[in-house]
């Protein structure tokens, strides 16, 4: 074959209906050979006749969808200095759309021979890494329109494709564990009930499972281990075989938007599967190793771990950035996501060594009419030092607020904290988030995410139970601010069982009337459990998918799920737009925005804050005083609340205010009954009566009898 000169833009394997423009970029590569591969494992290597800024270039004609390829790149090899290119190694195109096939660990895979780390191996590796696929652009969106859910109306349900149809009866076996059968109209309905506005899969990007997992029968079953930021993961495809997986990704897409429902992803840019010197070499480090990771500076051989996987992409490299945004674009024009999670996000602030929020990434993400124009959620930390940043990313940003999750897991577990932190973090957290000009939706609230116990296991174990993972019980977090109700684990107690049942309510309640974006996990409205395993990384088994048996044993839970994310669509004081500020909203009023009581029915002074009753707390949420305009510019208005919070063992016995903040109650939320109900069904309490508020348990009253 004899190449065009083909362009150096745009990179990867273009297909124009005719034939395929090949680019590459390699600034310490020699040259560049393209290697196609037939059905049968024949290779033919096509040398890349053109190089522009660095960028190795042709264009082939005849050459369309479904042809495999990788490249041979020749170079520099001296580890010691930082060079890794070996034309031995067939490496996977960093802007692959598709990849085929999985690592199988041989001994070829790698740089160096078994037993010699500092040695050279020069066997082929062909035959054992994937190929890149060339895949077809076109693809008919029909009428797909992007839902745009503004933040403060979103609620969030992260999910991860395979685990959450696996088990599901009404997705034909074919289709579960698929993007196809997580687009299912089944699956679907379920997500229109929870009154989910957006789903957030866990990483579909093309990933790897680690030699170590495999020799223990294990998978990478989470998926954070990426070797393609181009690529829906093959595995997720119901038709693998046809090299199907970007045209059903994208059907997933339409069919959701269909159903008003975005699609986040949670994408992994801080590191590849790669690994450290020891690892594989399967793509970018054969191709500039040094252009794409971070080295030790005075020791080029070894690479800057921030994140706890061996290395870490070079944001220092204007390539790697391009890398990214390019990557980012592609998601958001080519397959019509709607936002991203940023998983370990402060690694992509560091520039140098510190984590720093005017980094040049952050920069790019701020300008980019692309980009910036979708949800952008970080989840605030890396393991590098300095690495914990909740509150310290830039304005355009959400983050998982890790400190609501910890904060909420305390008070309900009855741990003697600072109530006034309680306080801040179901407010939104404006200690976090207001001095920067960020708004309430900042703070993405979660009680449980993939990384840890389920809610079920929350309430249900005090200590992680992971020795299915092969790690003697070594792997996961020790501090879960879990509390099992009095057992450890599964019980046929009743008592216990109430009690567990009741906790998991006053999560989900405390979680879904709080200010900022709510997010759910997977299965925790069915009470899914991992039987106390809070790591379930490498667990592609019925231990870490959803059982979908308990929607009927668990349908009280799931249908009072659907009852408060109902309840807060229904009413805005709930997702306000702006922090309350404790004050009337205009010149005149006489009640404020918010209102703290003690159980006696006395507005909270600031001696009450520390007092002994610290975990018992009623707040008044005024629905007069919301500062927000709606689309047509008038002022929103809603009905006035008070929720009522007891985290004490014992009943207490509540005050209701004084008949200015109104003249009676109706309790419409209760915890202990597992009701969630329209004023006109229940009995109106008068101001300065009391209600018994049960042990652990939270109420909401509505305010009636206002004309």
């Known amino acids: 074959m004899r190449p065009w000169p083909g362009t150096p833009y745009p990179l990867g394997a273009t297909y124009d209906g005719v034939g395929t423009n090949f680019a590459l970029f390699s600034e310490v590569a020699e040259f560049v050979e393209l290697c196609l591969f037939d059905d049968d494992g024949t290779e033919k290597r096509v040398r890349l006749p053109e190089v522009d800024g660095f960028v190795h270039h042709g264009y082939l004609l005849g050459i369309g969808p479904g042809q495999k390829y990788g490249y041979r790149v020749h170079g520099p090899h001296a580890p010691e200095h930082g060079f890794r290119c070996n034309p031995n190694k067939l490496l996977i195109d960093p802007y692959a759309k598709a990849i085929t096939g999985e690592v199988d660990w041989d001994e070829s895979l790698f740089g160096y021979p078994f037993g010699d780390p500092d040695g050279r191996n020069d066997q082929d590796s062909a035959g054992h890494v994937p190929l890149s696929l060339v895949v077809s652009p076109f693809f008919d969106w029909a009428n797909d329109r992007q839902p745009r859910t503004p933040y403060n109306e979103s609620v969030i349900y992260e999910t991860h494709v395979r685990g959450l149809t696996m088990l599901h009866p009404e997705v034909p076996d074919k289709l579960r564990g698929t993007y196809a059968g997580l687009a299912h109209p089944a699956v679907i309905d379920h997500f229109k009930a929870l009154g989910v506005t957006a789903i957030e899969l866990m990483p579909v990007h093309q990933f790897v499972t680690d030699?170590?997992?495999?020799?223990?029968?294990?998978?990478?079953?989470?998926?954070?281990?990426?070797?393609?930021?181009?690529?829906?993961?093959?595995?997720?495809?119901?038709?693998?075989?046809?090299?199907?997986?970007?045209?059903?990704?994208?059907?997933?897409?339409?069919?959701?938007?269909?159903?008003?429902?975005?699609?986040?992803?949670?994408?992994?840019?801080?590191?590849?599967?790669?690994?450290?010197?020891?690892?594989?070499?399967?793509?970018?480090?054969?191709?500039d190793n040094q252009a794409y990771y971070r080295l030790v500076e005075d020791d080029a051989k070894h690479y800057m771990d921030y994140t706890g996987t061996g290395n870490s992409l070079n944001v220092?490299?204007?390539?790697?950035?391009?890398?990214?945004?390019?990557?980012?674009?592609?998601?958001?024009?080519?397959?019509?996501?709607?936002?991203?999670?940023?998983?370990?996000?402060?690694?992509?602030?560091?520039?140098?060594?510190?984590?720093?929020?005017?980094?040049?990434?952050?920069?790019?993400?701020?300008?980019d009419p692309v980009v910036s124009q979708v949800k952008l959620i970080a989840e605030p930390w890396d393991v590098g030092p300095g690495g914990y940043q909740v509150g310290n990313f830039p304005p355009l940003w959400t983050?998982?607020?890790?400190?609501?999750?910890?904060?909420?897991?305390?008070?309900?577990?009855?741990?003697?904290?600072?109530?006034?932190?309680?306080?801040?973090?179901?407010?939104?957290?404006?200690?976090?988030?207001?001095?920067?000009?960020?708004?309430?939706?900042?703070?993405?609230?979660?009680?449980?995410?993939?990384?840890?116990?389920?809610?079920?296991?929350?309430?249900?174990?005090n200590d992680k139970h992971n020795q299915a993972n092969g790690e003697d019980g070594r792997d996961g977090a020790d501090d879960n601010r879990s509390w099992n109700c009095?057992?450890?684990?599964?019980?046929?107690?009743?008592?216990?069982?109430?009690?567990?049942?009741?906790?998991?309510?006053?999560?989900?309640?405390?979680?879904?009337?709080?200010?900022?974006?709510?997010?759910?996990?997977?299965?925790?409205?069915?009470?899914?459990?991992?039987?106390?395993?809070?790591?379930?990384?490498?667990?592609?088994?019925?231990?870490?998918?959803?059982?979908?048996?308990?929607?009927?044993?668990?349908?009280?839970?799931?249908?009072?799920?659907?009852?408060l994310t109902a309840f807060r669509a229904k009413h805005p004081v709930l997702r306000r737009r702006r922090f309350f500020q404790g004050k009337p909203i205009r010149k005149g009023?006489?009640?404020?925005?918010?209102?703290?009581?003690?159980?006696?029915?006395?507005?909270?002074?600031?001696?009450?804050?520390?007092?002994?009753?610290?975990?018992?707390?009623?707040?008044?949420?005024?629905?007069?005083?919301?500062?927000?305009?709606?689309?047509?510019?008038?002022?929103?208005?809603?009905?006035?609340?008070?929720?009522?919070?007891?985290?004490?063992?014992?009943?207490?016995?509540?005050?209701?205010?004084?008949?200015?903040?109104?003249?009676?109650?109706t309790v419409v939320i209760d915890t202990v009954t597992g009701e969630v109900k329209a004023p006109e069904l229940g009995e109106p309490i008068a101001a300065g009566g009391t209600i018994t508020l049960c042990a652990r348990s939270l109420v909401v009253l509505q305010r009636t009898g206002v004309e």
């Open 211 to 287: 030699h170590g997992l495999q020799e223990k029968g294990l998978r990478n079953y989470w998926g954070y281990n990426t070797v393609g930021f181009f690529a829906p993961h093959e595995g997720y495809a119901a038709l693998p075989e046809q090299a199907n997986q970007v045209q059903e990704f994208k059907g997933m897409v339409r069919a959701l938007h269909e159903a008003n429902i975005e699609v986040i992803l949670d994408v992994v840019y801080n590191h590849t599967a790669e690994g450290n010197h020891l690892g594989p070499t399967l793509s970018m480090r054969g191709i």
């Open 316 to 367: 220092r490299s204007p390539h790697t950035l391009q890398l990214i945004m390019d990557s980012l674009r592609y998601w958001v024009t080519e397959m019509r996501v709607d936002g991203f999670r940023f998983d370990l996000a402060a690694t992509l602030a560091r520039e140098f060594y510190d984590v720093d929020r005017l980094s040049t990434f952050f920069d790019l993400v701020q300008q």
């Open 399 to 461: 983050e998982w607020n890790g400190k609501y999750r910890d904060t909420v897991r305390d008070f309900w577990r009855g741990e003697p904290a600072t109530l006034g932190e309680f306080a801040s973090r179901i407010t939104g957290s404006s200690d976090l988030y207001q001095n920067d000009g960020r708004r309430p939706f900042a703070s993405v609230n979660f009680v449980t995410a993939h990384d840890g116990f389920t809610l079920n296991d929350l309430v249900s174990y």
């Open 486 to 563: 009095g057992v450890e684990g599964p019980t046929d107690d009743p008592e216990v069982n109430a009690l567990r049942a009741r906790q998991q309510r006053n999560l989900l309640a405390t979680l879904l009337l709080s200010q900022g974006v709510p997010m759910l996990l997977h299965g925790d409205e069915l009470g899914r459990t991992q039987q106390g395993n809070n790591n379930a990384y490498c667990q592609d088994t019925e231990l870490s998918w959803v059982d979908w048996s308990l929607a009927e044993k668990n349908h009280d839970l799931m249908a009072f799920t659907g009852a």
């Open 589 to 665: 009023d006489e009640l404020r925005d918010i209102a703290w009581f003690t159980p006696s029915g006395e507005e909270m002074t600031e001696q009450n804050w520390g007092d002994g009753f610290g975990r018992c707390v009623v707040v008044f949420l005024n629905g007069e005083g919301i500062p927000d305009l709606d689309q047509r510019g008038m002022r929103v208005l809603d009905d006035s609340f008070l929720v009522a919070f007891n985290a004490h063992h014992e009943d207490i016995e509540v005050t209701l205010p004084e008949p200015d903040y109104g003249p009676q109650w």
